[in-house]
Structure formats: structure tokens, C-alpha cells
């Protein structure tokens, strides 16, 4: 394979860099420079140029010695010169450049001064405060570094599904612009759709792997490469998210990506069955003895399994293989599925937006109707409402419902459930409202007997309606209390209450196995926002994922129905 513009640039600017951390003469580290951007910016193949026998020393920048290094580099793919920098330098010294926010000069300074060659030289270093003395450094950069070194040497962490989301939709713009890309997917647990990723695996066909690696490893918000090649390579994102792209082959395209969709129990599932065929199934295609049989399509690879295509949110090994031979894959419920939100605030308590602000996104969202649940008195950190503020703020709501067309505006509260299970405002006031959501916001560490006395207490009350984020979880900051849930949906059940599936992203609580529990034992979940602004009914698509992670179907959800039959659900009908 012929040797790329971006790779020789790339040697170009690694000589410059270890040149200048080295203390050599600036001429000689601009002239690499220069001739790195020279040839990135050429619009030929500077190896054509070679292979034709072309003088290079015409090109702007280049003179002798510097086109006998493109020569070499072209037919090497390095030169002797990078080679014994290398040598000479720390190995080390590579991965402190790659940092975000240290350059050759920074990089130089830390080397010469404190003999840092290594990132956890350099974080020691940054951690005892002894960076800011330098040149090039204050104590505003030596944070930014000790929080970039912390992101990249905490591996094994994971990351918000979210988090993820926002990266990966620009690292898959950034990859659309390679040259002769065509699919591009990204699979692994963030297409099941799980609440946290711990990498990215993207995959895609293109007609060049070695440009699209390229063009991968170039990425701006990149913070290190792991490794470059013409099928895999790996680089970690500024933010410590780890990102595998394989480059595949068209005719190995779905039985690749039904590989790094996983789950892996799931795989050797679905393996296993074809085993029972004769089949061998890996991630090229699915073969009898030498001969590929299917594998382009995701669809091809199930039917070779005589299986119908699987949703990723299932794909777990949880009893979907059973489902899809049987014929009963369910029909999973989509954003499109909800009409309506039943859990909001506006700033009557800590929201951010006002009525008519959250009023009109949920109606561009394409929601039907709307309830506003503000936070109830005893939550005074939130500004919650006590009887008064909220026969007022209901008082408006009504108000604002007669005269904006469009979409149905419900009054509710989320109502603290109190530590004995009582609720935090009157019956009377309750009473007046639409739906009433409870939720604990206190006193997390009952032991679990009493923890679940008071939330089934408080089920018991014959106003409440929604029992919000059942567990209390907050994801990779907060365990969820101890509460024995299956019994709080049993007794749901017998109550005729409804508990929420919090869509927030640092939530989505229910989470998926406590789902498919309150759908077996015929509860309704309602998938709300609890947005608290107006931007925040965009998490609604994050509650829908976890919704299908636990089987859920339209019919299993409260707020698909329309605004009259949810009228009659509240109301026990
Ligand atoms: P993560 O990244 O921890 O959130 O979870 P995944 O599911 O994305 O796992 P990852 O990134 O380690 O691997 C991506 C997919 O590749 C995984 O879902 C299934 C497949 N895979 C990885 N290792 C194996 C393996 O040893 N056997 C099989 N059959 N599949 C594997
Ligand atoms: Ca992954
Ligand atoms: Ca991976």
C-alpha cells in the first residue's frame, strides 16, 4: 500500500516536534513544519510524484535534503532521522505531547526542568503544584493538564450514555468527511442503548481504509492515538472516551456489525445456534466450510440462524433469541409512541423556563400534553410550593391552557414523600390537581424495611398517581436507596398506580430489568422528561432507549395514550 500525504506530514511534524523539545535550531523545526503543511496541502499523492520520477525540490519548501526524506519515507514509510530522535528521547515524551494543551515548547520546559518524561511524572508533578513556575505555565494550565492526564489515565471508567452521544455524533461528522467513506455505524453497548459506555466501537466500508484511518487518528479532539491501521485503529477522545473504528468490507458489513453490537452473551448465542446449523459465524460473514453464505446484511446473519432481525436494545441474552424463534418479539414502543410528559418544573420552582417557554417545546417536541409538577414545600433547596404558591401557579396553568391551542397543559406536583410516608401537602390542595407524581428526595439511607414501608405507605394515598424515579439512583454518582422494588410494582399493581421511567440521562430510573418487571406484572411506566428547561424534553429519546432495553411496548406505557384515556388511568378507570 502506497504511502499517504498525511502520513509523511506526519513524520515531517513529529521530527519538528522532538527537534524543538530537544532545544535545536528553530530553522531547522519550521523548515519540518513547513514541509509537513506542504505536503498535507499538495492535491496529489506526493509518493506519485515520486514513483514518477518528479522533482520534488519544485515544490515550495522542499530542497534537497528534505526530498531525499520524502523519498525515503515514501519507500519506508519512516525516516532515520525520526528513528533517532526517538532513540535519544524519552518514549514517554510522545504521550505528554499528545495532551491537549501541551505543545513541544510546554513538553520541553517539563522535560528540561523536571525531568518529567512520562504522564504519571507529570501528574505527581502537577498534583504537588510544581508546574505553574514554569515558563508557558500558570496555575490555569497546570489544572487543565491534571485534568486531561486524570481523564486519560482513568481507564475502566465509564461514561454517560449522553456524554457518549454528543462525541460520537461529531467524531462520525468529522469521519463522513474522509475520503470514499460510505456506511458508518456505531455499535457496541451505545447502540443497545446502554445508560453508560465504557468505549466507542464505529464501524464503516470505505474504499480506503489507510485515508480513513488517517483521517480518523487527525481527529482535532483527540487526545491520543492508541494505534493506526488499514482495518482497526484506536484513539482516546479529549474527555477519556476510548474510540475503536474498524474499517470492513462491504460483504462483511452486517455480520461485522452484528459482532460489535454485542452483547457478547448475545453473540455466543446466536454462534451457538449456528453451530447447530453447521455454520461457523464470526465477524467477516457467516460460512459453510470456506464459503461465506451471508454476512452483508445484519438481517442475512439472523436468517441464517432462521431468526428475524433482533432491535439491538435486546440484544442481551435475556430471553430475545427464545422470543425471535418463537415469533413474539414484541413490538418495542417509540419516541413517536408518547403523546404527552408528565413530570416538568418552570421557575415557579427550580425550572429554569417559563410555563409558556416549556408549554410551547413540548408542543414543537410534538407532545400532545403536558403536565407541570413543581417540587412541593418541604424540598427547600428546590423553592417548593406550599399550598398557596401552588393553587396560584395552578391558577395560571389553567390560565395559560384556555388560551394556547395545540396542546393539553395538566396540573400536578411532584409531592414529597415524606420520611413516615405521609405526603408533603394537604389533601384538599391535592385533590384539586390533574396528577399527582411522589418522590423521595430525603433521607436515602432508611434500612430497606422501613424504606419500603414508606414509599408503599405513600402509594396508599388515594391522590397519588406516579411514583417518580423509583430507585433514586443517580448514574456513576449515586447508588440507588435500598427499597425492595419488585414488591413497590406489585403493589402498584394493586393500587392502580404508575411508576416513571426518569429520562434524564444521570437517571433513567427505572432502569431496564425493573421495566420488563412492572410490564410482566401489568404496571404502567410512564416515560417522562422531568425537564427543567426547555431544552430538556430532548431526553425523552434517552427514557424511549431505556424503555426498549426493558421490553416495552406502546401499550405498556402510560403516556402513549390519549389525553382521555389518560384522564381515565388517573382517574382508577
Ligand atoms: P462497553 O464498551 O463496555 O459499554 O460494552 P460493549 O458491549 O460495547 O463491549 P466492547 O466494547 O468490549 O465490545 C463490543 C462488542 O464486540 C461486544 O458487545 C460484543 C463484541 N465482542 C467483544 N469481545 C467479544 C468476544 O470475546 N466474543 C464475542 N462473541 N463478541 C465479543
Ligand atoms: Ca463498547
Ligand atoms: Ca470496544
Known sequence: MAVR???????????????EIRGDNPFRVRAYRNAARTVRSLGR??????????????????????????????????????????????????????????????VAALHHELGIDSLEALRRAAEAGRLRGLPGFGPKTEARVLEAIRARLDTG???LLAEAEGWAEALVEHLRAARGVNEIVVAGSFRRRRETVGDLDILCTARDGAAVAAHFVGYERAAEVLSQGTTRSTIVLQNGLQVDLRVVEEGSFGAALHY???????????????????????????????????????????????????????????????????????????????????????????????????????????????????????????????????????????????????????????????????????????????????????????????????????????????????????????????????????????????????????????DDVHCRMARDEGVLVAICSDAHSSLGFANLRYGVGQARRGWLGPEHVLNTRPLEELRRLLAGG
Open 45 to 106: 499523492e506526493v509518493a506519485d510524484l515520486v514513483a514518477a520520477g518528479e522533482d520534488l525540490t519544485r515544490l515550495p519548501g522542499i530542497g534537497q535534503d528534505l526530498a531525499g526524506k520524502i523519498r525515503e519515507i515514501v519507500t519506508t514509510g519512516t525516516s532515520a532521522t525520526l528513528e533517532a530522535l526517538r532513540r535519544e528521547l524519552p518514549p514517554g515524551l510522545g504521550a505528554l505531547l499528545r495532551l491537549p494543551g501541551l505543545g513541544p515548547k510546554r
Open 260 to 510: 460489535f453490537t454485542g452483547s457478547k452473551a448475545h453473540n455466543i448465542a446466536v454462534r451457538r445456534m449456528g453451530q447447530q446449523r453447521g455454520l461457523k459465524i464470526n465477524e467477516y460473514g457467516v460460512f459453510r466450510g470456506a464459503r461465506r453464505v451471508a454476512g452483508s446484511t445484519e438481517e442475512s446473519v439472523f436468517r441464517a440462524v432462521g431468526l428475524p432481525w433482533i432491535p439491538p436494545e435486546l440484544r442481551e441474552d435475556r430471553g430475545e433469541i427464545e422470543a425471535a424463534q418463537a415469533g413474539s418479539l414484541p413490538r418495542l414502543v417509540r419516541r413517536e409512541d408518547l403523546r404527552g410528559d408528565l413530570h416538568c418544573h418552570t421557575r415557579a420552582s427550580d425550572g429554569r423556563s417559563t410555563l409558556e417557554e416549556m408549554a410551547e417545546a413540548a408542543r414543537a417536541a410534538g407532545l400532545e400534553y403536558l403536565a407541570f409538577t413543581e417540587h412541593s414545600r418541604s424540598l427547600r433547596v428546590a423553592r417548593g410550593l406550599d399550598a398557596a404558591r401552588l393553587r396560584a401557579h395552578v391558577e395560571a396553568i389553567r390560565r395559560l391552557d384556555e388560551r394556547l391551542e395545540g396542546i393539553a397543559l395538566l396540573a400536578g406536583i411532584e409531592v414529597e414523600i415524606l420520611e413516615d410516608g405521609s405526603l408533603d401537602l394537604p389533601d384538599d390542595v391535592l385533590a384539586e390537581l390533574d396528577v399527582v407524581v411522589g418522590a423521595v428526595h430525603s433521607h436515602f439511607d432508611l434500612p430497606r424495611a422501613r424504606q419500603t414501608r414508606r414509599i408503599l405507605r405513600a402509594m396508599d394515598h388515594p391522590h397519588f398517581h406516579i411514583l417518580a424515579h423509583p430507585s433514586g439512583r443517580l448514574l456513576l454518582q449515586r447508588e440507588p436507596y435500598d427499597v425492595d422494588l419488585a414488591r413497590v410494582i406489585r403493589h402498584a399493581r394493586e393500587r392502580g398506580c404508575f411508576l416513571e421511567l426518569n429520562a434524564n440521562p444521570d437517571r433513567l430510573d427505572l
Open 157 to 159: 471508567r465509564r461514561f
Open 5 to 19: 500525504n498525511e502520513e509523511v506530514a506526519a513524520v515531517f511534524d513529529e521530527i519538528a516536534d522532538l527537534l
